[in-house]
C-alpha cells in the first residue's frame, strides 16, 4: 500500500518555542493530506485539511495562527506548532488521501511533549 | 451528519477467544467503510475496507461485512492472539473521500 512518513517520531522542546512537523507521501503524490491530533485513550480529532497549493482549511476551534499548516508540493506537508505550550503536548498524525477511493493512508504519528 | 459509534471499551479477552467489536454509523449516500488499527505508540494502519452493501472487507483474519440494511460494519475475528492488542477505528467515508469520520475507537487487550 502507499506510505507516508512522518518526522519527527518524538520532539520535546521548550515552552514558547515552534515545533516542526513533516508529512510526506513517499510513492504517491497527495493533493489532500489530513492533520489530526490524538489526545490520551481517545479518538483522533481532525484539526485542517491541507491542500497543495492552496491555504489550508481548519477545523471549528483549531487556531489557525498557532497551527501553521503549509502544503508547498504534492508530497510534503508541514504542521508548525508556534509558541508552544504544554498543553500543545500530544500525538500528531497525518494522512494522505489517494485518488478519489475515500481511503486514507496515515503517518506513524509525532509524539511531542512540550516542558 | 455523518457520524460512526462503536462498542466502549476497552475489551478484554484471553487469546484464541472469539471477538467481536461493533460498528454502526449513520451517512447518507453510500458511504465506504473502513477498520483501522492502531498498536501502541504508532499511527494508523488500514486493517480493512469495503465500498458498497455486502461487501465483506477481510485480513489478518479480521472480517467485517457491509451491512446498509442495520447501518453496521462489525469486526470480527475467530481467535485473537496477544499481538492483536490494539485499538481499532471504526471509519466512513462520503464520495471522493469527503466527510471521512472516526469512531471513537475501541480498545482490545488480548491476554496470554
Known amino acids: 500500500g502507499a506510505v507516508v512518513s512522518q518526522h519527527p517520531s518524538r520532539v520535546i522542546c521548550k515552552s514558547g518555542t515552534s515545533v516542526k512537523i513533516e508529512c510526506r507521501s513517499l510513492d504517491f503524490q497527495a493533493t489532500t493530506m489530513f492533520w489530526y491530533r490524538q489526545f490520551p485513550k481517545q479518538s483522533l480529532m481532525l484539526m485542517a485539511t491541507s491542500n497543495e497549493g492552496s491555504k489550508a482549511t481548519y477545523e471549528q476551534g483549531v487556531e489557525k495562527d498557532k497551527f501553521l499548516i503549509n502544503h508547498a508540493s504534492l508530497t510534503l506537508s508541514t504542521l508548525t506548532v508556534t509558541s508552544a505550550h504544554p498543553e500543545d503536548s500530544s500525538f500528531y498524525i497525518c494522512?494522505?488521501?489517494?485518488?478519489?477511493?475515500?481511503?486514507?493512508?496515515f503517518g506513524e504519528g509525532s509524539r511531542l511533549t512540550v516542558l | 451528519g455523518n457520524s460512526v459509534t462503536q462498542m466502549e471499551g476497552p475489551v478484554t479477552l484471553s487469546e484464541e477467544a472469539f471477538l467481536t467489536i461493533n460498528c454502526t454509523y449513520t451517512a447518507t449516500g453510500y458511504p465506504s467503510l473502513f477498520w483501522y488499527v492502531q498498536y501502541p505508540g504508532e499511527g494508523l494502519q488500514l486493517l480493512l475496507k469495503a465500498t458498497k452493501a455486502d461487501d465483506k472487507g477481510s485480513n489478518k483474519g479480521f472480517e467485517a461485512t457491509y451491512r446498509k440494511e442495520t447501518t453496521s460494519f462489525h469486526l470480527e475475528k475467530g481467535s485473537v492472539q496477544v499481538s492483536d492488542s490494539a485499538v481499532y477505528f471504526c471509519?466512513?467515508?462520503?464520495?471522493?473521500?469527503?466527510?471521512?469520520?472516526f469512531g471513537p475507537g475501541t480498545r482490545l487487550s488480548v491476554l496470554p
Open positions: 494522512s494522505a488521501r489517494t485518488g478519489r477511493a475515500g481511503e486514507l493512508f
Open positions: 471509519a466512513l467515508s462520503g464520495l471522493g473521500g469527503q466527510n471521512f469520520v
